[in-house]
């Protein structure tokens, strides 16, 4: 898939600068192996049978292995927009389960990121999306659209891309589709680190949608349909 890239534009104007972040990694001690006592079976303690485990407490540990080169700094902001999480599409703007047509809801992000020394800041997102038809959706196929925004933190839009995601449900009421996403950030100079920057995710909604959604009105992705037996 093509990555989203932040180019050299107008909004990249404002330079953003703070200290670099450096992950330090603490030195592991290593477990020497234990030795046998002078008259043991290949190691086993005095009175231990011979193809008898040692107790728990007694095993040397095991430690998970550690990254060897850290980034330089902590990842990107990576967030919902709550205002776009949920697309309810309804019938002269009622709010009834009768009047309910397509829906979707935005159910989890999982993202990780890497950078060091001047490389850019790439990011890769899992996307996770429920849809749902209402009584009101009468095909077995629709489109949805949401976006990806990159954003200096807390202040101005850098960047934002839109993508068509076409779902079919196969016969179903609901439907289970997770994309994957990269996204590249430049930064200004070494000690640009990821913590400037928030990447947001919704659906493009209409405005009484996102009324709707800001109000805390919701309706489940399977509403008006009948619960199975």
Same mark, same amino acid.
């Given at each position: 898939?093509?990555?989203?890239?932040?180019?050299?534009?107008?909004?990249?104007?404002?330079?953003?600068?703070?200290?670099?972040?450096?992950?330090?990694?603490?030195?592991?001690?290593?477990?020497?192996?234990?030795?046998?006592?002078?008259?043991?079976?290949?190691?086993?303690?005095?009175?231990?049978?011979?193809?008898?485990?040692?107790?728990?407490?007694?095993?040397?540990?095991?430690?998970?292995?550690?990254?060897?080169?850290?980034?330089?700094?902590?990842?990107?902001?990576?967030?919902?927009?709550?205002?776009?999480?949920?697309?309810?599409?309804?019938?002269?703007?009622?709010?009834?389960?009768?009047?309910?047509?397509?829906?979707?809801?935005?159910?989890?992000?999982?993202?990780?990121?890497?950078?060091?020394?001047?490389?850019?800041?790439?990011?890769?997102?899992?996307?996770?999306?429920?849809?749902?038809?209402?009584?009101?959706?009468?095909?077995?196929?629709?489109?949805?659209?949401?976006?990806?925004?990159?954003?200096?933190?807390?202040?101005?839009?850098?960047?934002?891309?839109?993508?068509?995601?076409?779902? *079919? /449900? $196969?016969?179903?009421?609901?439907? =289970? &589709? #997770?994309? %994957?996403?990269?996204?590249?950030?430049?930064?200004?100079?070494?000690?640009?680190?990821?913590? *400037? /920057? $928030?990447?947001?995710?919704?659906? =493009? &909604? #209409?405005? %009484?949608?996102?009324?709707?959604?800001?109000?805390?009105?919701?309706?489940?992705?399977?509403?008006?349909?009948?619960?199975?037996?």
């Amino acid at each position: 898939m093509r990555p989203l890239r932040l180019s050299d534009t107008p909004l990249m104007r404002r330079v953003l600068s703070s200290l670099l972040v450096l992950a330090s990694v603490a030195a592991v001690p290593t477990v020497a192996s234990a030795q046998a006592m002078p008259g043991d079976r290949q190691g086993q303690r005095p009175g231990q049978e011979q193809g008898q485990q040692a107790p728990e407490r007694e095993r040397a540990p095991r430690f998970a292995p550690l990254r060897q080169r850290p980034n330089a700094g902590p990842c990107p902001y990576v967030k919902i927009l709550y205002d776009g999480a949920r697309y309810v599409e309804l019938a002269d703007n009622r709010p009834a389960t009768a009047n309910v047509g397509f829906t979707g809801e935005i159910q989890g992000l999982s993202s990780t990121c890497r950078y060091r020394e001047a490389d850019p800041i790439t990011v890769d997102m899992n996307v996770l999306f429920s849809f749902g038809r209402g009584p009101q959706a009468t095909a077995d196929q629709r489109t949805y659209r949401y976006w990806i925004a990159v954003t200096e933190r807390n202040s101005a839009v850098l960047a934002k891309e839109y993508f068509d995601l076409p779902v *079919n /449900f $196969e016969g179903q009421q609901t439907a =289970e &589709v #997770t994309e %994957e996403r990269t996204i590249v950030i430049p930064r200004a100079d070494l000690t640009t680190s990821g913590g *400037n /920057f $928030e990447i947001l995710v919704g659906f =493009e &909604v #209409t405005p %009484e949608m996102a009324e709707f959604n800001r109000s805390g009105s919701r309706f489940r992705v399977n509403a008006g349909t009948t619960p199975a037996q």
